[in-house]
């Protein structure tokens, strides 16, 4: 690695030394207010890089009001992150060559290239064509040219507000200081750790994973493996336990009108998907073991597989015909009926699945330890 890009590097140095220097008297002078202005700057910064910068700007996942688009705009710059523009670029080129050596942060050249270290090294020229949409947006094209002024005076101005309260030093160490290394480090833990540590669902032959204690770390981010796998989904979390503050936020602003057009996979469309995509992968390897257990093993997923598919067209069948507004109501009832039973069923296939494509996995891991 040789480093290109030496603002960015000289930045990253310059304010971890200033969190060791001044960490002695930051502990000293603690206080609940300074607690405070760290914590609230840095949700806002967090947030706004997810929310905005990625499941809006970067994916689409839903559209947003100019107003809350020129909020998230002014509000990410607490998080010194680049543009919205610049960081959909090189995100975009992320999601469709990751894994490879167009992957601006690609896991496969180490933990710590992924985590920051492509941040020095990584050629900032923007191929236009991979953001043409959002260079038709005006407000995005101005925090793009006048990213660093509108840093640096709404930065300084939240530093002049916690000094108020806070001696000069303090003040630097918890409104500046503390809340970009929080800010910077829980996103590339998305581009490190979100791409070593934890199970894949979704799309087993990426390097992407679901990691529940890096949702938390990373303001919903950690569900990384379904995104990468549907990325147009507005949710990274899909269960409503998980924990997603991004999605409760979009979620939150449709309802007060702020944003509209969520998109998201629906569930039955979802496992379908998969089941199709695993079969595939996982007989494709089963053709390679020898012995009765992998031809039993293709037999119960190819069972399972057509059985999943016969269900789930028909449960939306009914779906179909319990909105046909020509039925009657003991007709509906009836239906509604059906849709229960046809539900419990698929469910049970799909809990069958997951348990033969797990041991399926198991087999594989065997072969490959022999
Ligand atoms: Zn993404
Ligand atoms: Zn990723």
């Given at each position: 690695?040789?480093i290109?890009n030496?603002?960015?590097?000289?930045?990253?140095?310059v304010y971890?030394?200033?969190?060791?220097?001044?960490?002695?008297?930051?502990?000293?002078d603690f206080?609940?207010?300074?607690?405070?202005?760290?914590f609230v700057?840095n949700c806002?910064?967090?947030l706004?890089i997810t929310v905005?910068?990625?499941r809006?700007?970067?994916?689409?996942t839903y559209?947003?009001h100019?107003?809350?688009?020129?909020?998230i705009l002014?509000?990410?710059?607490?998080?010194?992150?680049?543009?919205a523009?610049?960081w959909s670029?090189?995100h975009?080129k992320?999601h469709n060559?990751?894994d490879?050596?167009?992957?601006p942060?690609?896991?496969?050249k180490?933990?710590w290239?992924?985590h920051m270290?492509?941040?020095?090294d990584y050629?900032?020229?923007?191929d236009?064509?991979?953001?043409?949409d959002?260079?038709q947006n005006?407000?995005v094209m101005f925090?793009h040219?006048h990213f660093?002024a509108?840093?640096?005076i709404?930065n300084?101005a939240?530093?002049?507000?916690?000094c108020?309260?806070?001696?000069p030093l303090?003040?630097?160490?918890?409104?500046?200081v503390?809340?970009?290394?929080t800010?910077h480090?829980?996103t590339?833990?998305i581009n490190?750790?979100a791409?070593?540590w934890g199970s894949k669902?979704?799309a087993?032959e990426l390097?992407a994973?679901?990691?529940a204690?890096?949702?938390?770390?990373?303001f919903?981010?950690?569900?990384?493996?379904?995104?990468?796998?549907?990325?147009n989904?507005y949710?990274?979390?899909?269960?409503?336990w998980?924990?997603?503050?991004t999605?409760?936020?979009v979620?939150?602003a449709?309802k007060?009108?702020?944003?509209k057009?969520l998109?998201?996979?629906?569930?039955i469309r979802?496992q379908?998907i998969l089941?199709?995509k695993d079969?595939q992968?996982?007989?494709?390897?089963?053709n390679?073991?020898s012995g009765s257990?992998?031809?039993?093993?293709?037999?119960?997923?190819?069972e399972?597989?057509?059985?999943?598919d016969?269900?789930?067209?028909l449960?939306?069948?009914?779906y179909?015909?319990?909105?046909?507004?020509?039925?009657?109501?003991?007709?509906?009832k009836?239906i509604r009926?059906?849709i229960?039973?046809?539900q419990?069923?698929?469910?049970?296939?799909?809990?069958?699945?997951?348990?033969?494509?797990?041991?399926?996995?198991r087999?594989?891991?065997?072969?490959?330890?022999?």
């Amino acid at each position: 690695m040789r480093i290109k890009n030496w603002d960015i590097f000289i930045f990253v140095i310059v304010y971890h030394l200033l969190l060791v220097v001044l960490a002695p008297f930051a502990i000293r002078d603690f206080s609940w207010t300074a607690f405070w202005i760290f914590f609230v700057t840095n949700c806002i910064g967090g947030l706004s890089i997810t929310v905005g910068y990625h499941r809006l700007f970067s994916h689409k996942t839903y559209s947003a009001h100019p107003f809350f688009e020129t909020v998230i705009l002014l509000t990410s710059t607490l998080a010194f992150q680049w543009s919205a523009y610049a960081w959909s670029h090189d995100h975009r080129k992320h999601h469709n060559h990751v894994d490879t050596e167009l992957d601006p942060y690609s896991i496969k050249k180490g933990f710590w290239y992924a985590h920051m270290l492509w941040l020095f090294d990584y050629d900032r020229t923007i191929d236009k064509s991979v953001v043409a949409d959002l260079e038709q947006n005006p407000r995005v094209m101005f925090q793009h040219k006048h990213f660093l002024a509108l840093t640096w005076i709404i930065n300084l101005a939240i530093l002049g507000v916690a000094c108020i309260w806070l001696s000069p030093l303090t003040a630097l160490f918890y409104s500046f200081v503390l809340r970009v290394f929080t800010v910077h480090h829980s996103t590339w833990f998305i581009n490190s750790l979100a791409h070593t540590w934890g199970s894949k669902t979704y799309a087993k032959e990426l390097t992407a994973v679901d990691n529940a204690v890096l949702a938390v770390l990373t303001f919903g981010e950690g569900y990384h493996n379904y995104h990468h796998a549907f990325a147009n989904d507005y949710r990274n979390g899909i269960r409503w336990w998980h924990f997603d503050p991004t999605k409760w936020i979009v979620w939150s602003a449709s309802k007060l009108g702020m944003v509209k057009n969520l998109k998201k996979v629906d569930r039955i469309r979802l496992q379908k998907i998969l089941v199709k995509k695993d079969k595939q992968m996982i007989l494709e390897r089963l053709n390679e073991e020898s012995g009765s257990t992998a031809g039993n093993l293709a037999t119960k997923l190819n069972e399972l597989a057509h059985a999943f598919d016969t269900k789930a067209s028909l449960l939306n069948r009914k779906y179909a015909e319990s909105r046909k507004t020509s039925k009657s109501k003991s007709e509906k009832k009836l239906i509604r009926v059906e849709i229960k039973h046809l539900q419990q069923e698929l469910a049970a296939i799909w809990k069958a699945w997951i348990a033969t494509t797990r041991i399926a996995g198991r087999l594989f891991q065997l072969s490959h330890a022999h």
